[in-house]
């Protein structure tokens, strides 16, 4: 699999296709936004309409990337669930599914703006935590220290042969990394508009997701 390799605060993090970050020396993979029931959201509060089949697929791709990295704790930055009534109503067999995949696995949920804490399901609710000098949370702060960090949704736009594409991104400086949404059901912020452009060093990159990871300069996105 492509990953792109990059250090903060001399910690080696690799940046997955799938929007995950993996950090391989402390067997940590942490995720972003999943957003889990939003589909349900929305048709609770009479809004648009989608399919509700963003949980199997969200699930799946971590399942995928557990595998793949055979991670032994995974810390999930926020916003895991789209509101406290979506992980209230869970499906049975897809809250089976989180906790066959927090068997032998630290299990960590971060507490967003969405979500204050999953109701009913296993794991440790924090409002963020430290390693190694790397602070996770939910939401990038303005002090001066290493941080990963979600809540934005940092997508970036191409342009290439006179068409365009948008995708997901990862926006990392020499401080801080703010990940993509994980969930399938997102929408996102260009990362060449403000906040995320005050946030972001001058020097920063985007690692654009998809099959292979494409890094490119924050200065040179459309």
């Known amino acids: 699999m492509n990953y792109f390799k990059f250090s903060i605060s001399e910690n080696e993090l690799l940046a997955m296709p799938s929007g995950a970050l993996w950090w391989p020396d ?5 995720v972003s936004d999943l957003h889990f029931g939003k589909s349900n959201r929305l048709a609770r509060k009479g809004q648009s309409w989608m399919p509700p089949y963003e949980n199997q697929d969200t699930l799946l791709r971590l399942e ?4 793949a990295t055979n ?23 897809e809250a089976l599914w989180i906790t066959k995949m927090q068997t032998h696995r630290e299990w960590i949920w971060i507490s967003g703006n969405h979500d204050p804490s999953p109701e009913n399901l296993g794991g440790t609710f924090l409002e963020s935590l ?30 290439v042969n006179h068409q365009s594409f948008t995708k997901r991104c990862f926006l990392v400086d020499d401080k801080r990394v703010i990940m993509p949404a994980y969930g399938t059901y997102t929408g996102g912020l260009y990362c060449n508009r403000d906040p995320l452009r005050s946030i972001m060093d001058q020097k920063a990159i985007a ?16």
């Open 130 to 159: 430290e390693i190694e000098k790397l602070n996770f949370q939910h939401i990038a702060s303005s002090k001066e220290r290493f941080e990963i960090s979600g809540h934005y949704h940092p997508k970036i736009r191409v342009r």
């Open 26 to 30: 402390q067997s940590i993979l942490c």
């Open 71 to 93: 991670t032994k704790k995974i810390i999930c930055l926020g916003d895991s669930f789209d509101d406290n009534e979506a992980s209230r109503s869970l499906p049975p067999d």
């Open 64 to 67: 995928q990337d557990l595998d």
């Open 207 to 222: 690692l654009m997701t998809g099959k292979e990871i494409y890094p490119i300069p924050m200065s040179k996105a459309n």
